[in-house]
Structure formats: structure tokens, C-alpha cells
């Protein structure tokens, strides 16, 4: 036998074969593609979007003095549109969140506040992108108006 014989044809033939398909596996696109909504980075954008003035929730973690800032562990969203129903929406997992007082006067009022305090907070981007607190209530509290 001699080492330098060539491999029959049908060798050539599936290595040929093997070659084409592994091509075009890498050709074609994914078959599960997730849908628009449901793409992470998509659905983080929207959550963070506050163009609009928007109702969250959460616990006030620490003060930035430095800046009259809030940090929040944000837990929940109110989520609906006007003429429809609204419902507060979980988030899952951790999120922190930095607010910044609309004033020195608002700031003043939160630095009363204990860490950990339960917190419902409107808050809008503003022009340079950060989050200005329009209004909050200190859940902790009973409802100013009496049942």
C-alpha cells in the first residue's frame, strides 16, 4: 500500500458536503428571534424613559448633598395610559435609582426622611437628562385626607 494514494471519491464528496452546510449554518440567520418587546435592552430604555412625568415607588436608600440627590431602590411603576386602567407594575430584580430634588426647600424635606423610608415619587428627565422630582409622598404616613 502507498502512502501517497488518493482518498476515493465519496470521501472528497462528504468532506465537500460537510464544508457547504457549515457555511451555510453560519449564512443564515438565528431561527428563534426573540420579538421586539421582549429584547432586554429595548425594555430597559423603556423603563427608564421619563419624558413624561411618571408615578414609581421605592425606598430611599442615601442622600448625595453634593448634588441635592436622592438614591432609590426602585420597585415598582405606574404604568397605563390615560382613558385605560393603570396598574403598578413589579420590577424584577435590583434597581437604584438617582432623583434630584426639584429644590433646596424639597431637599431640606427628604434629608427628614430616615433611610429606608417607603416613598411614591413623580418624577420627568429634565434637559440635561436627570431626574427631577416633581412631587413624593412618605408612604409611611397615613393619607392626609381621612377616610
Not at 442615601?62 to 436622592?70: C, G
Not at 411603576?77 to 426639584?102: C, I, N
Request: glycine share 4%.
Amino acid at each position: 500500500m502507498r502512502l501517497s494514494q488518493a482518498p476515493p471519491s465519496c470521501v472528497w464528496i462528504c468532506l465537500a458536503s460537510l464544508a457547504a452546510s457549515s457555511v451555510s449554518a453560519q449564512i443564515q440567520p438565528a431561527q428563534e428571534v426573540l420579538p421586539p418587546d421582549q429584547l432586554f435592552f429595548d425594555s430597559a430604555i423603556q423603563l427608564l424613559d421619563f419624558t413624561n412625568p411618571t408615578t414609581i415607588q421605592g425606598r430611599l436608600r442615601l442622600f448625595d448633598p453634593a448634588d441635592q440627590a436622592i438614591w432609590l431602590d426602585w420597585d415598582r411603576r405606574l404604568e397605563g395610559q390615560s382613558p385605560g386602567p393603570t396598574v403598578w407594575k413589579r420590577l424584577e430584580g435590583d434597581f437604584m435609582l438617582l432623583v434630584y430634588a426639584r429644590n433646596t426647600d424639597q431637599f431640606d424635606a427628604l434629608k427628614g426622611l430616615a433611610p429606608g423610608t417607603r416613598l411614591e415619587l413623580v418624577i420627568q428627565s429634565n434637559e440635561k437628562g436627570h431626574r427631577i422630582i416633581l412631587s413624593y409622598v412618605d408612604l409611611s404616613r397615613p393619607p392626609q385626607m381621612p377616610l
